[in-house]
């Protein structure tokens, strides 16, 4: 198959060829391609590369690039899309993104498909860690069922690979990770899905968890996870030396919940940044939330920032528009920190929002930075696509001759109007292993 005129990233108009799931030829559209000092800078690591990028003259480039697709001839509202043989797509109109990587959901905890959950949990939010342990089997959240049906809308929406946290508790045991395990053995030929074990109730105030985890990793997640060892555990320090002696054992990485705020959140950050330096576990360990980092304290975020950089620590944020401090994403990738993108709590007993659409989260994400340039929307479309594959380490991504033939093409006048205008529906056309979906 090839699909014609369509525009990528950087605002060139391309033809990609595809042969079985493989994209075998991406080939300039004759006198459309920009000249080579609108390319976004190739090579090195992706830290490096954001860093460049963040510099005023990649910014430049960026601009110059939506700028030059802008004023370009492609017109979403007219271009219509045809198929002119099986074989070939006139995308013109449309925009090439890579598939979405989702590096923090939780799949066994969505009502997606069943009854709206009545939130009426008290102000509290340590008593909705309870409450949702307490009440899930009654309201029938079936891990398996739900992850199928969230997976099932992720792919139809262009995701491609996904990190989920999957809880471990007394109560449940590991019948919450056999679920999902299950389900990601049904999709295993559709998305790469990581697990993560996830001590949502606290790892050492609550004895037998830390067996469990164990456990967890030995049938088959792939991450140790964490949450807030100071807050869940009343002991930062034994929670997040059982966090990493759990990992160390079973020789594989780390991803944390951390809400914790201001100095608290530094704090326990700290412990994390020391931890993973002492075990030589640089470039193997995510913080998924890190608010601290975005409270107001003075010199609070900047040396952590630092610090983080320098023991390959990345960050998965949300954009949940509900909380009140969050890391600046800008400020991470200037100091070449990896950053991710992830929709978190999607229609579950935490938060009544969110539909499983990456593209919809880099909106949020975007708006909840304060993100308004075409420039700084394209970094966060990278923040919900290539950082995620970087950090999930998906094989042969992108849109290059070589890559897996995965990737969404949107109605739109270049790259940073898909983010900021999320076209769904017929206006969103997802290609999976060179399988055209819908
Ligand atoms: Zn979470």
Same mark, same amino acid.
Not at 176 to 188: F, N, P, S, T
Not at 211 to 225: H, K, T
Not at 372 to 389: K, M
Not at 400 to 425: K, T
């Given at each position: %198959?090839?699909?014609?005129?369509?525009?990528?990233?950087?605002?060139?108009?391309? $033809?990609?060829?595809?042969?079985?799931?493989?994209?075998?030829?991406?080939?300039?559209?004759?006198?459309?391609?920009?000249?080579?000092?609108?390319?976004?800078?190739?090579?090195?690591?992706?830290?490096?590369?954001?860093?460049?990028?963040?510099?005023?003259?990649?910014?430049?480039?960026?601009?110059?690039?939506?700028?030059?697709?802008?004023?370009?001839?492609? $017109?979403?509202?007219?271009?219509?899309?045809?198929?002119?043989?099986?074989?070939?797509?006139?995308?013109?109109?449309?925009?090439?993104?890579?598939?979405?990587?989702?590096?923090?959901?939780?799949?066994?905890?969505?009502?997606?498909?069943?009854?709206?959950? /009545?939130n009426d949990n008290a102000p509290e939010l340590s008593s909705w860690v309870v409450n949702e342990r307490n009440r899930?089997?009654?309201?029938?959240?079936?891990?398996?069922?739900?992850? #199928?049906?969230?997976?099932?809308? $992720?792919?139809?929406?262009?995701?491609?690979?996904?990190?989920?946290?999957?809880d471990?508790d007394l109560e449940?045991?590991?019948?919450?990770?056999?679920? /999902?395990?299950?389900?990601?053995?049904?999709?295993? $030929?559709?998305?790469?899905?990581?697990?993560?074990?996830f001590p949502q109730s606290g790892i050492v105030a609550r004895?037998?968890t830390?067996?469990?985890?164990?456990?967890?990793? @030995?049938?088959?997640?792939?991450?140790? !996870?964490g949450i807030d060892p100071a807050l869940m555990d009343h002991d930062p320090? =034994?929670g997040?030396? =059982?966090?990493?002696?759990?990992?160390?054992?079973?020789?594989?990485?780390?991803?944390?919940h951390l809400h914790e705020p !201001?100095?608290l959140g530094?704090?326990t950050?700290?412990?994390?940044?020391?931890?993973?330096? =002492?075990?030589?576990?640089?470039?193997?360990?995510?913080?998924?939330h890190?608010f601290?980092?975005?409270?107001?304290?003075?010199?609070?975020?900047?040396?952590?920032?630092?610090?983080?950089?320098?023991?390959?620590?990345?960050?998965?944020?949300?954009?949940?528009?509900y909380i009140?401090?969050?890391?600046?994403?800008?400020?991470?990738?200037?100091?070449?920190?990896?950053?991710?993108?992830?929709?978190?709590n999607?229609?579950?007993m935490w938060s009544?929002?969110?539909?499983?659409? %990456?593209?919809?989260? =880099?909106?949020?994400?975007?708006?909840?930075?304060?993100?308004? @340039?075409?420039?700084?929307?394209?970094?966060?479309?990278?923040? #919900?696509?290539?950082?995620?594959?970087?950090?999930?380490?998906?094989?042969?991504?992108?849109?290059?001759?070589?890559?897996?033939?995965?990737?969404?093409?949107?109605?739109?006048?270049?790259?940073?109007?898909?983010?900021?205008?999320?076209?769904? !529906?017929?206006?969103?056309? /997802?290609?999976?292993?060179?399988?055209?979906?819908?």
């Open positions: %198959m090839i699909i014609k005129n369509v525009t990528n990233r950087n605002g060139e108009r391309i $033809d990609i060829t595809i042969e079985k799931s493989r994209i075998t030829a991406v080939t300039p559209v004759e006198g459309t391609a920009l000249q080579e000092s609108l390319k976004i800078p190739a090579g090195g690591s992706l830290g490096e590369s954001l860093k460049k990028e963040t510099t005023s003259s990649g910014y430049e480039k960026k601009v110059d690039a939506a700028k030059a697709c802008a004023s370009g001839n492609t $017109d979403p509202q007219n271009g219509a899309l045809s198929l002119s043989s099986s074989d070939v797509l006139d995308a013109k109109g449309f925009v090439v993104l890579p598939s979405f990587v989702d590096t923090h959901t939780h799949l066994d905890k969505t009502t997606t498909g069943m009854d709206w959950y /009545v899930r089997t009654e309201l029938g959240i079936d891990p398996y069922r739900q992850a #199928c049906r969230l997976i099932e809308r $992720d792919i139809a929406q262009g995701t491609i690979g996904i990190r989920s946290h999957v471990i449940h045991g590991l019948t919450l990770l056999d679920g /999902v395990m299950q389900a990601r053995e049904d999709y295993k $030929d559709r998305a790469h899905i990581e697990l993560v074990a004895p037998g830390c067996e469990l985890m164990r456990d967890a990793m @030995r049938i088959g997640a792939d991450l140790v !996870g320090v =034994a997040v030396n =059982a966090i990493f002696k759990l990992a160390e054992e079973a020789d594989r990485p780390i991803d944390i !201001g100095h530094a704090f950050m700290g412990l994390i940044i020391d931890r993973t330096k =002492a075990l030589s576990m640089e470039g193997r360990v995510t913080i998924s890190a601290c980092l975005g409270y107001p304290e003075p010199g609070l975020a900047e040396p952590l920032i630092e610090r983080l950089k320098d023991a390959q620590i990345s960050i998965t944020t949300d954009g949940q528009a009140k401090y969050v890391p600046s994403v800008m400020q991470l990738i200037q100091a070449g920190v990896l950053i991710c993108g992830g929709n978190d999607v229609r579950d009544p929002y969110g539909s499983g659409d %990456m593209l919809e989260r =880099a909106m949020l994400i975007a708006m909840r930075n304060g993100l308004r @340039r075409d420039d700084l929307l394209l970094h966060v479309l990278d923040i #919900c696509t290539e950082n995620g594959a970087k950090l999930l380490g998906l094989p042969d991504y992108g849109i290059a001759p070589g890559c897996d033939a995965s990737f969404v093409l949107a109605r739109a006048h270049c790259a940073a109007e898909a983010v900021a205008q999320v076209p769904r !529906g017929a206006d969103r056309i /997802v290609f999976n292993h060179g399988k055209r979906l819908g």
